[in-house]
């Protein structure tokens, strides 16, 4: 009960201090693209876009790693599992203010230098089809690309966490059973100890994706924030969590509600994914044999 009414009282809260933005702007807010505090015009559409393509790249990349290694520390020997777990469990004691001075000064310049110049120039990506729509103006080394990274290492410790728990309370039976029926460690893995833990899994990747969408410090070093639609993954743009902490010190009046109508926009941006996530569970439950 607690817990609901916090939830509850937070969107009162926002919604009470949001309520000028709505009435001044309308539903329109959400797709105007200006953020002009000279003319107290404001729109949410870059920080929406700029917001999901910073967790979708972290997502992208956090995934496929947070799943390689919590099955390798599910399967390695104790003596190697303890010190590699107690590794991958320090990197989420490492504060965001602490990533976002490492990415502005060690991963901005690797992007610059070596990162971007391989990927547009050396391999020809940039005079593909559709390269400049995708890398947009690059050169900088601040952007999208390099936001979406230091989220991926920041998600990636509570990711494997949970999924590393999944795996290793998946029942040793279903395991023998699928290596006695000739499955290799690889086929156990996708068609057994993955659908018993899908609800963890997936739960773990949440977590992750709840981390990524309101990140605010690492982001806010090095995405550049200007407040433009994303024209690339190596483009600079802000995020709604960035814009936040960047703007809301010294905002009044107009620019101050439409920053609690962004707040309002982020959280309802979050239950929306759980949402989601709800709904799949219940529709896929049938097929992986569970009562929901």
């Not at 797709?31 to 997502?59: F, K, N, R, V």
């Not at 107690?86 to 001075?101: F, K, T």
């Not at 029942?171 to 690889?186: C, N």
């Not at 509600?257 to 709904?279: E, H, K, N």
Request: hydrophobic share 50%; with cysteine.
């Amino acid at each position: 009960m607690i817990a609901l009414l916090l939830t509850v009282g937070i969107f009162v809260q926002l919604s009470i201090h949001a309520a000028e933005a709505w009435q001044h702007f309308g539903i329109s807010f959400l797709w105007s693209s200006e953020w002009d505090p000279a003319i107290d015009s404001y729109g949410a559409l870059p920080h929406i876009q700029g917001s999901l393509m910073t967790t979708a790249l972290a997502l992208i990349v956090a995934i496929p790693l947070s799943f390689s290694v919590a099955l390798l520390l599910s399967e390695t020997p104790e003596w190697l599992n303890r010190p590699l777990s107690q590794c991958v469990d320090l990197l989420a004691a490492v504060p965001s203010v602490i990533y976002g001075m490492w990415g502005l000064f060690v991963l901005v310049p690797l992007m610059q230098d070596y990162v971007q110049p391989f990927l547009l120039e050396s391999l020809g990506l940039l005079y593909m089809p559709g390269g400049e729509w995708l890398f947009g103006e690059g050169g900088s080394g601040f952007g999208f690309m390099t936001a979406g990274v230091i989220l991926a290492l920041m998600i990636l410790p509570y990711m494997s966490a949970v999924m590393r728990d999944v795996f290793r309370m998946t029942p040793h039976m279903l395991k023998e059973s699928a290596y006695g029926l000739g499955s290799t460690r690889l086929e156990t893995t996708l068609y057994v100890v993955l659908r018993y833990g899908i609800r963890g899994i997936i739960g773990g990747i949440f977590i992750g994706m709840g981390r990524a969408l309101g990140e605010t410090m690492a982001v806010l070093f090095v995405i550049g924030n200007l407040m433009e639609s994303p024209a690339g993954l190596f483009s600079c743009g802000t995020t709604i969590a960035a814009t936040l902490a960047n703007n809301f010190a010294e905002a009044t009046g107009l620019q101050q509600s439409a920053l609690f109508a962004l707040g309002m926009v982020l959280m309802a941006m979050s239950f929306g994914i759980q949402l989601l996530t709800r709904y799949y569970l219940a529709r896929t439950c049938a097929s992986r044999g569970e009562n929901y």
